[in-house]
């Protein structure tokens, strides 16, 4: 913590009605004794909570009281004065507070005051070995910030994704899926939903992954449908991005990145894309979580759909090199809801219930997913870094 070493001496008025409280330590020196120095002052910041310590020679009376326009809070401990080496103007500026100033106030009164920014809570104590008065200010009550989830739905624009044997736009499903999806997760509190395209556009794929780091989000799902040269390929996938061996699973990517499978199979011999991947899987717990992820939507779709529909092929959770997942910075998934160049899956395709159930079934994985996210680490973090003995 930097402390700035302006010295200020400060004569503030004091007002005798305001007072509003008298703390008296256990033992404490004659009113006449003016040989109690106020030895140091410290602040420890953190993002809802700050501390403040004011260390004493020796034990005394000091007097707490809180006054407003401006809001600050001060202390005023009797038989004292401000050692040369204190800091008397101290600056922290963090939103709860703007700072602490401290200044002789009389011959025998060294004076604290802390400058309110705004503030729910503080609290006042004292500790013996070294002599020392506690201020613990508390920031107002964050309401836990709302997880923000990029949808993705591909294609768009010129580019239609796979066409179904009867004309069927892998664009037009996977926008339609993708908006039904935004509607019911939107009704979930405290989730942000966010669509890469909600008409038919063309987004590159590079700017997809873009705008879900811009937005800083927690999740980005990349909504897709599956297509194969096999007629009878047929079933639901999910995909994170990684390295593979799966032939199958290089030509759903090589697909979706829109290159060939032979310059697929080459970018997994490309330093820089290893590097982009690598730095991106060692990004926190991204792949675990991902992972996690890409089970809970797979899962859900699977089951969910399997109530009311015949002959559901779950192929799982696969990994592939797919360039609208590279460069994420947040958990992210890209499904593949059924094959629309399967006959049958297409006629489902086309089907407005199947797409809602499709968007039921996924929200029902992300919320599954986002209920068992770990929160914040901050009161954790806050708890252990707090001295026990100040
Ligand atoms: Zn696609």
């Known amino acids: 913590m930097k402390l700035l070493k302006k010295v200020r001496f400060l004569k503030i008025p004091l007002k005798p009605l305001f007072l509003i409280s008298l703390i008296l330590f256990t033992s404490h020196s004659s009113a006449s004794d003016s040989t109690i120095e106020v030895t140091d002052i410290r602040f420890w910041s953190y993002p809802d909570y700050t501390r403040i310590v004011i260390n004493l020679s020796e034990n005394t009376e000091f007097i707490k009281n809180r006054l407003s326009s401006p809001d600050r809070l001060y202390f005023d401990i009797k038989n004292s004065r401000i050692n040369k080496e204190t800091q008397r103007n101290i600056l922290i500026d963090n939103g709860m507070l703007k700072g602490v100033r401290a200044g002789q106030f009389s011959d025998s009164t060294v004076r604290v005051v802390l400058d309110l920014e705004k503030i729910r809570d503080y609290k006042v104590f004292s500790l013996e070995d070294p002599i020392r008065i506690i201020i613990d200010v508390y920031g107002p009550i964050k309401f836990s910030a709302k997880k923000r989830i990029v949808l993705d739905p591909g294609h768009g624009g010129h580019d239609p994704g796979a066409v179904g044997p009867n004309k069927l736009y892998e664009k037009d499903v996977v926008l339609d899926i993708a908006l039904k999806l935004r ?85 997994h011999k490309e330093i820089d894309v290893l590097e982009i991947i690598k730095s991106d899987l060692n990004r926190e717990n991204k792949r675990d979580e991902s992972i996690k992820l890409a089970n809970y939507v797979q899962k859900s779709m699977v089951n969910d759909l399997d109530k009311n529909y015949s002959h559901i092929v779950d192929h799982g959770v696969k990994q592939a090199l797919f360039y609208v997942l590279m460069g994420a910075q947040m958990p992210s998934v890209l499904v593949e809801v059924s094959f629309i160049s399967n006959p049958v899956e297409e006629k489902l395709l086309s089907r407005e219930n199947y797409r809602g159930d499709l968007a039921k079934s996924i929200a029902s994985g992300i919320n599954k997913y986002m209920t068992l996210m770990p929160e914040g680490q901050t009161i954790a973090d806050t708890r252990k870094a707090i001295d026990p003995r100040d």
């Open 183 to 267: 509607k019911i997760l939107s009704e979930i509190p405290n989730l942000e939903i966010f669509l890469t395209r909600d008409r038919d556009i063309y987004i590159p794929l590079e700017e997809r992954t873009a705008i879900a780091n811009s937005k800083n989000a927690d999740l980005f799902v990349s909504i897709h449908a599956n297509a194969s040269t096999r007629r009878d390929a047929k079933g639901i996938e999910t995909y994170l991005l990684n390295w593979t061996n799966d032939e199958e699973a290089m030509k759903v990517a090589a697909r979706e990145n829109q290159i060939s499978l032979k310059k697929m199979k080459k970018m």
